[in-house]
């Protein structure tokens, strides 16, 4: 089956640090990939997503790209703040399978002034 | 999450009790998915409901667990005879056919004695 596999964290960084979160995923046929953050006390909300292969996806900041190659779609943002400070889900979805969603486990982000 | 509300927020119970956790969505998305987000198992698909379709149950994890979806609108996921390893947060998401772009509701947190 579809399984999705992220960087373990947490991971901790100073303000306007480089941040990349990698993703790897296994699965059938073309998935479309996602990223999901939960802000502290809030819901899941989507971030970013890439439907086929190549595709780069962005938004806030962040972007990430899907490499079929190399089965990843990793997350990168130049220069994070602490309002970045999260949890980041990866997750993948099949149009054929009704877009249900496999996660990867979490990333705890922290950024410290 | 705009546009899903859940309810309760918070739910503590008793082992062995039954427990009904309600989602509730602003019209239009007729794609309804219920996710558990648990410290074990991170995030993982319950059901999905999509019209008139026959839910897709495949994620259910027993046969204690059942859902309901009525009129296309509100949807209620039931758990009988509660177990500790059923304490997690219980997540609603909404979306639209063809569209791969979810909404999630703000959980509700079970917590089971």
């Known amino acids: 089956g579809d399984s999705v596999t992220q960087m373990e964290g947490p991971v901790t960084l100073s303000e306007e640090a480089f941040l990349t979160i990698n993703c790897t995923y296994t699965?059938?046929?073309?998935?479309?990939l996602f990223w999901y953050v939960q802000y502290p006390g809030e819901g899941l909300q989507l971030l970013l997503k890439?439907?086929?292969?190549?595709d780069k996806g962005s938004n806030k900041g962040f972007e990430a790209t899907y490499r079929k190659e190399t089965t990843s779609f990793h997350l990168e943002k130049g220069s994070v703040q602490v309002s970045d400070s999260a949890v980041y889900f990866c997750?993948?979805?099949?149009?054929?399978?009704?877009?249900?969603?496999?996660f990867g486990k979490g990333t705890l982000l922290t950024v410290n002034p | 999450g705009a546009g899903v509300s859940q309810s309760p927020s918070n739910k503590v119970t008793e082992k062995g009790k039954d427990v009904e956790l309600r989602c509730d969505p602003i019209?239009?998305?007729?794609?309804l998915y219920w996710y558990r987000q648990s410290l074990g198992q991170g995030l993982e698909f319950l059901i999905y409901?999509?019209?008139?379709?026959?839910?897709?149950k495949s994620g259910l994890p027993s046969d204690r667990f059942s859902a309901e979806r009525t009129g296309g609108s509100v949807s209620t996921l039931t758990i009988q005879r509660t177990q500790q390893e059923d304490s997690a947060v219980y997540l609603c998401?909404?979306?639209?056919?063809?569209?791969?772009?979810?909404?999630f509701g703000p959980g509700t947190r079970l917590t089971v004695l």
């Open positions: 409901f999509q019209g008139n379709s026959a839910p897709d």
């Open positions: 890439a439907t086929k292969a190549d």
């Open positions: 998401a909404v979306g639209r056919a063809a569209y791969n772009e979810q909404f």
């Open positions: 019209s239009g998305h007729t794609a």
């Open positions: 699965a059938t046929g073309y998935p479309s």
């Open positions: 997750a993948l979805g099949h149009r054929g399978s009704n877009y249900k969603l496999t």
